[in-house]
């Protein structure tokens, strides 16, 4: 069965310094990753995939992120965040072709203080 | 160009009664998957359509139900509602079964 972790329940950061939010996976052969974020009352908007190829892929708002296939991670990327960012972060693995379920980790409130 | 809709927003059931949620897919979208999220949770999968048949589950019971219609929009039914069905249900809705997911602003059920 396929699963995601996010370890930490919160993350908090300054007004433009680098926000990481992490990731890691367990899925049996090539995972599909995806970050999603929501904010209040509202639902899930797409920031990135990763399918194949580089391992560092770029999302929206600036947003990035980098496989790691030995470490069976997916950590989340902004070089310089904004107080906007705050929200919460959900990871999400999909497993083999056919099995179109997305699994997501608990999620991660980011705080991004002024 | 429209996203995914859903409706309502939000509704408040009593213990036992049955529900419908309903879901509309971004144009060009064909594939549409449902999620329960709990407070302080991620979603959880209940189960995806694509050419109006479920395709996939989740762990859900039978107690949860649904349909796709012809034009690709999607209901969820819930009969004989728990406490516990309390939580906040998103539709997403994607263009095949493999493709990236894009979801609804989701419809928050209370059960009381």
């Known amino acids: 069965a396929q699963s995601v972790a996010q370890p930490e329940d919160q993350v908090n950061v300054a007004e433009g310094n680098p926000l990481t939010v992490k990731c890691t996976y367990s899925?049996?052969?090539?995972?599909?990753l995806f970050w999603y974020v929501q904010y209040p009352n509202r639902g899930l908007q797409f920031l990135l995939k990763?399918?194949?190829?580089?391992?560092l892929v770029k999302g929206s708002y600036g947003f990035e992120a980098e496989f790691n296939k030995s470490q069976t991670s997916f950590h989340l990327k902004k070089p310089s965040a904004l107080v906007s960012d705050s929200a919460l972060y959900f990871c999400?693995?999909?497993?083999?072709?056919?099995?179109?379920?997305?699994?997501f980790g608990k999620g991660n409130q980011v705080v991004v203080i002024p | 160009d429209a996203g995914v809709t859903q409706s309502p927003t939000h509704l408040i059931k009593t213990r036992g009664q049955q529900v419908t949620l309903r879901c509309s897919p971004k144009?060009?979208?064909?594939?549409v998957s449902w999620y329960q999220q709990a407070l302080g949770q991620g979603p959880q999968f209940i189960f995806q359509?694509?050419?109006?048949?479920?395709?996939q589950r989740g762990n859900f019971p039978d107690r949860f139900s649904g349909h796709q219609f012809p034009n690709y929009s999607s209901e969820l039914n819930v009969n004989a509602l728990l406490l516990g069905d309390s939580a906040l249900y998103l539709c997403?809705?994607?263009?095949?079964?493999?493709?990236?997911?894009?979801f609804g602003p989701g419809t928050r059920l209370t059960v009381t």
């Open positions: 997403a809705s994607s263009a095949g079964q493999g493709n990236e997911q894009y």
């Open positions: 899925v049996s052969g090539n995972p599909y």
């Open positions: 990763y399918i194949t190829g580089d391992n």
């Open positions: 999400a693995v999909r497993g083999l072709y056919g099995n179109n379920r997305l699994a």
């Open positions: 144009s060009g979208h064909d594939t």
């Open positions: 359509y694509y050419e109006e048949e479920e395709r």
